[in-house]
């Protein structure tokens, strides 16, 4: 909507300036047709037309403005409504697989991961999506008060990420974050057959109104649910998966021998 509101701006007063596409894609650099996608919303407008199109048509300032509603958004669609409820939560129970989980997370590790998308991302989004994990991070130590656990699978510690060295830092990471009073880091290794973790990943809300949340995601999609049947149903999934997690000090001496193997 906002590709679409802001190309309908450039054509609304390149018409009023009586300037053709063609004049108007020249001074930029771009073909009639690449202009005419952006003025149809179909492509979003760059920074470069913005800036040719505010200074041709007289818009003073205008429509470069637009700019800043044109950035992508820091995360997903389907991860909107679990972050809100995350940012509010009072405790956050957390079981990854394959994955370090987002709020754990280095910089470098999140690079990797988001930068290799499939289909790929663009430049600017990728930026903008490694900053919106760094700021949830921040959330660990500015909400002492806020109770964070997270139960990790064996996998996603030896899971190649950016490579051995990028690894090694996330590895130490965890260990830096499992210090403080508020965080609790669990290892499920993977030698202890079948266990109920092996359905997926899962993480469980509860905010300061004691609302309960409990939140799924896969292969592009994400589902918040509030049915008490559904929350209850994981949540005696996720108190199996912490049973048969090591304990704090057993996880952590688990991390520092992974991160040593590297």
């Known amino acids: 909507m906002a590709w679409r509101y802001c190309g309908n701006q450039i054509k609304l007063w390149r018409t009023q300036a009586g300037i053709s596409r ?3 894609g020249k001074e930029a650099g771009y073909e009639y047709e690449s202009v005419k996608s952006m003025e149809q919303g179909r492509r979003k407008p760059q920074l470069r037309l913005l800036e040719v199109a505010d200074q041709m048509c007289g818009a003073r300032g205008l429509l470069l403005a637009a700019q800043d509603y044109l950035k992508p958004d820091k ?3 389907r991860m909107q409504e679990f972050l809100q409820a995350e940012a509010e939560a009072i405790s956050v129970h957390s079981y990854q697989t394959l994955l370090i989980p987002g709020l754990l997370q280095t910089e470098d590790y999140a690079r990797a991961l988001i930068g290799n998308r499939c289909p790929p991302l663009d ?3 990728i930026e903008e999506r490694v900053a919106g994990r760094l700021e ?3 959330g660990l130590r500015l909400r002492p008060a806020a109770l964070f656990s997270f139960v990790i699978y064996e996998a996603a510690l030896r899971t190649m990420v950016g490579g051995a060295e990028v690894m090694k830092r996330q590895l130490h990471q965890l260990l830096e974050f499992g210090e403080l009073r508020n965080v609790s880091i669990q ?3 993977a030698d202890g057959g079948v266990n109920p973790g092996l359905g997926g990943p899962l993480v469980l809300l509860e905010t300061a109104e004691h609302e ?3 939140y799924v995601e896969g292969q592009e999609t994400g589902a918040l ?3 008490p049947e559904k929350i209850s149903l994981l949540s005696q999934r996720h108190g199996m998966i912490r049973m048969q997690a090591l304990s704090l000090e057993e996880s952590a001496r688990f991390i520092s ?3 040593e193997e590297l």
Request: no cysteine; proline share 8%; glycine share 0%.
């Open 22 to 24: 063609e004049e108007l």
């Open 75 to 77: 995360f997903p669609a």
């Open 123 to 125: 430049d600017e989004t």
């Open 136 to 138: 949830r991070q921040e």
């Open 187 to 189: 290892v499920l290794p």
């Open 212 to 214: 309960r949340y409990a």
């Open 225 to 227: 649910h509030t049915a």
């Open 257 to 259: 021998k992974v991160a």
